[in-house]
């Protein structure tokens, strides 16, 4: 299979770097930050709010970084008014610089200007407050190019029965019916006073057994373990997705080499694939993830909830192949880079491919030669974090080459 791919050299010049750890303090960045790009090549970094949530719910600024390195603007910071944050849960920059923040703790996307200014609240659906946040949470949001809108992936069936379960506990309305979970795509209107979803997409939803549901009871390890996991087997595809700069999307759903792009309505009009077929699922692959995972765990008895989480993976099902792609993402321009898993079943750091849209195939980056950057920008700019020993981020910006834009 190796022989099939046509090398490329990851040889990518460095632009900047911001982080680590004599950094300013506008550049102090923990957690795994999310970064992109608008077309002035300003970078957006937000620390990621996993963290800030365990530290007590604080979230920081949006800050803007120029081609140079220098700080540009902060947008934002903790609070509880109009263009302050509590719990950021990712955010979206149009071409033009306007910036959309998806607030939890105000249930709402926040809309600000180019310049930053905070314009308007656009609120959520069912209801308000934290938990009601929580529901309408979206694991992935893509600005869509046609202006007010967002394209939205939703969160998973288990992740959203228990924030549900957990809502309705404090009085929070219970998410409405109809919504995607993480098998589709919406468009989150932001026009109006209140966000308006149009489904878009449903990918392909793998079978599953037809087992007894039980209701969530909170107060078992075992029921929250089992809620959030969703009965998910081992190696089920995800969705993987991302925006062309017209509008389109191209997106994977199976365990196959098999992108589709649509049209900005969604409308498949183009199968992109490459001669690479899944591996089989055997009896040894299933007993070295499981082992493999149970390693994982920290040390210990764990109490209850480590102990319900290793039932769980003793119990955890499994797909009958393990899928090709594991990451798909688009550049600026409106190129695909494409990576697949590598030899070990739970590697999905594998080779990185590079096709047009139209299907024509570039070439490959070889396993480990490059990782797949957090966001592509203009003139071929990348964005990548990486930690030092310490395991304090930077974010480094390269810039690409013309052929793999």
């Known amino acids: 299979m190796a022989g099939q791919d046509r090398p490329l050299s990851a040889d990518f ?8 750890f004599d950094a300013p303090e506008w550049a102090e960045f923990a957690g795994a930050p999310m970064v992109t790009f608008d077309a002035a090549g300003h970078l957006y970094v937000q620390e990621s709010t996993a963290l800030s949530a365990v530290l007590g719910g604080s979230a920081g600024p949006v800050v803007v970084i120029d081609w140079d390195g220098s700080l540009v603007r902060t947008i934002g910071g903790p609070g509880e008014g109009p263009g302050e944050f509590d719990e950021p849960r990712g955010f979206a920059v149009w071409r033009d610089g306007r910036l959309a923040v998806a607030d939890v703790g105000h249930n709402a996307y926040q809309l600000f200007t180019p310049d930053g200014e905070f314009e308007r609240l656009v609120r959520m659906r069912g209801g308000s407050g934290a938990f009601s946040g929580l529901m309408n949470a979206r694991s992935r949001l893509r600005p869509d190019p046609a202006g007010q809108a967002l ?15 957990v809502g309705r506990m404090f009085g929070a309305d219970a998410a409405e019916e109809g919504r995607v979970d993480d098998r589709g795509l919406e468009r989150l209107r932001l026009d109006g006073e209140d966000v ?10 793998p079978a599953t057994d037809d087992g007894q549901e039980s209701p969530l009871d909170l107060s078992d390890p075992s029921s929250i373990v089992g809620t959030i996991m969703g009965g998910e087997r081992w190696f089920e595809p995800e969705l993987l997705w991302d925006i062309l700069p017209d509008g389109g999307i191209v997106y994977s759903d199976s365990t196959a080499y098999r992108i589709r792009v ?5 409308r498949v009009i183009r199968t992109l694939t490459r001669p690479f077929a899944p591996k089989p699922v055997t009896r040894g692959v299933r007993s070295a993830v499981r082992d493999r995972s149970l390693a ?6 764990g109490g209850d909830m480590q102990a319900a ?37 739970w590697d999905e750091d594998g080779p990185i491919d590079v096709m047009r849209a139209d299907g024509a195939y570039v070439g490959s980056y070889a396993a480990g030669a490059t990782d797949m950057p957090e966001a592509f920008g203009p003139d071929g700019l990348v964005a990548f974090v990486e930690r030092d020993e310490l395991d304090i981020p930077s974010i480094v910006v390269r810039r690409i080459p013309v052929a793999v834009r």
């Not at 010049?13 to 680590?20: F, I, K, L, T």
């Not at 394209?151 to 379960?165: C, L, V, W």
């Not at 994982?296 to 008895?301: A, C, F, I, R, T």
């Open 196 to 205: 308006v979803g149009e489904k878009l997409l449903e990918g392909w939803r």
């Open 296 to 301: 994982q765990l920290s040390g210990g008895d």
């Open 309 to 345: 989480i290793r039932e769980q993976i003793r119990n955890r099902g499994f797909m009958d192949e393990i899928p090709v792609l594991s990451a798909l993402r688009t550049t600026w321009d409106g190129a695909l880079w494409i990576q697949r898993r590598g030899e070990e079943p």
């Open 13 to 20: 010049p460095e632009v900047y770097r911001v982080g680590g």
């Open 262 to 266: 649509t049209d900005p309505g969604g």
């Open 151 to 165: 394209i939205a992936q939703g969160i998973s069936s288990g992740e959203s029965a228990f924030t549900s379960a």
